[in-house]
């Protein structure tokens, strides 16, 4: 048995989780009653990563703002452009899209039981109020905007710390590392009761009177992934972004397919930077901040969901309003929740700049939870993928413009 495990575990884990996805499914459809038990795999998975989640951000941040030094260059502002670009022009892809395929809804469903924010200003005041969150209520409720901020004026008033209390840092964080490798080590059999229970509850069905509103949506993200983050990456490291994009997709966008939480996905893409040896200082702060900012998939879920309102109310849109809206699902992807479904409550936020009433922007969120198990595994795969493309992405382009060779470890 032990022989067993090790030469399991010699296999790569992407390989390793393409296993536990057909195994998932094959239970799922053959025997779905009596391998009910199988669930209990997705929900300890997911669990096991929310719960670690908080605590590696925490260390991690504050280790690497304590130990930087005056003078020392990081990539965040680089890194925050890259994430604030992508998010605009992914609103911009969905919102072009939804004019060159309009889509109409059948605005019947039932809208769920939810407080969606009344204005932008509403977004940015719980933005606000999450910053100032108590460091240990920010860590019990997974409030990342919170847990960033204590982890870096915690890390700047640690700076002139002594030496050993950086030595307790660093091996605080390197111990929280190593449970989080544990935990990814399990996703095979997460991710296998994940998909089986995805499948024995949703099924398909529920979603094929909605087959032509997620084409567009998964079309636009699609879209995204693959012809404007490359873009984007090969216009500052100027090689073939391919490698490193199918990197990311494979080994970050895969497992938050499943998991459908940016936020549980951190640990997966602090593992994928290591791989890909970055500068940890970097990628331990824009990897929880792209988990709260960088929202590509939000923004397209955003702008389609409400255009889609749009077209079947038959109001007519200008080239103008069409660009606000594209702003607007960009501010307001990036306060989006980083869990499964929180860019559906920032809908009726877009729908009001057409003036769209809130029981009907309402519904259009009810038919965002139909159609859920693909449009926010999509969603998601592409928001948490483009965490880590962003931050390779804006330390090769320094590389380049120091002269150095770049090489992705694809």
Not at 6 to 27: A, E, M, T, Y
Not at 218 to 242: E, Q, S, W
Request: hydrophobic share 55%; glycine share 8%.
């Amino acid at each position: 048995m032990k022989n067993l495990i090790l030469k399991w575990n010699q296999v790569s884990l992407v390989k390793r989780i393409l296993v536990g996805i057909i195994v998932g499914i094959i239970l799922a459809v053959t025997i779905p009653d009596a391998a009910k038990w199988v669930t209990i795999f997705g929900s300890l998975f997911v669990g096991a990563l929310k719960a670690v989640a908080p605590v590696l951000v925490l260390f991690l941040v504050m280790h690497a703002i304590s130990k930087h030094r005056s003078g020392q260059r990081t990539n965040m502002k680089s890194i925050v452009a890259l994430y604030g670009l992508s998010t605009f022009l992914a609103g911009f892809v969905a919102v072009l899209a939804s004019f060159i395929f309009p889509v109409t809804l059948s605005l019947t469903a039932g809208a769920e039981d939810v407080t969606p924010p009344g204005g932008i200003v509403e977004v940015l005041r719980t933005l606000l109020f999450n910053i100032v969150d108590n460091p240990v209520n920010a860590l019990l409720n997974g409030n990342y905007i919170g847990i960033l901020t204590w982890a870096i004026l915690l890390g700047i008033a640690l700076r002139n710390a002594a030496d050993t209390t950086k030595n307790l840092l660093s091996n605080l964080s390197d111990a929280v590392s190593q449970l989080v490798k544990w935990v990814i080590n399990l996703a095979p059999l997460g991710i296998m009761g994940l998909v089986f229970d995805a499948i024995v509850n949703n099924g398909l069905s529920a979603l094929l009177d909605y087959g032509k509103l997620l084409i567009v949506l998964v079309g636009c993200m699609f879209f995204v992934a693959l012809v404007i983050n490359p873009l984007i990456v090969f216009i500052n490291i100027r090689k073939n972004p391919y490698p490193l994009v199918f990197k990311c997709l494979k080994e970050s966008g895969l497992t938050a397919f499943f998991t459908r939480s940016s936020a549980a996905n951190i640990p997966v893409n602090m593992s994928l930077c290591e791989k890909l040896d970055l500068d940890k200082d970097t990628y331990s702060v824009s990897i929880p901040l792209g988990a709260t900012i960088n929202m590509a998939g939000a923004a397209v879920t955003i702008s389609v969901l409400t255009l889609a309102a749009v077209h079947t109310l038959d109001i007519q849109v200008d080239i103008a309003t069409a660009l606000i809206l594209s702003v607007l699902s960009a501010v307001s992807a990036a306060g989006a929740s980083g869990v499964a479904g929180g860019s559906l409550l920032l809908i009726p936020l877009a729908c009001s700049l057409f003036g769209i009433p809130d029981d009907v922007a309402m519904q259009v969120v009810g038919v965002g939870f139909i159609i859920g198990v693909l449009q926010d595994s999509c969603e998601t795969a592409l928001n948490s993928s483009s965490d880590v493309l962003y931050t390779a992405t804006a330390e090769y382009a320094k590389l380049r413009k120091e002269g150095k060779e770049i090489i992705i470890n694809a």
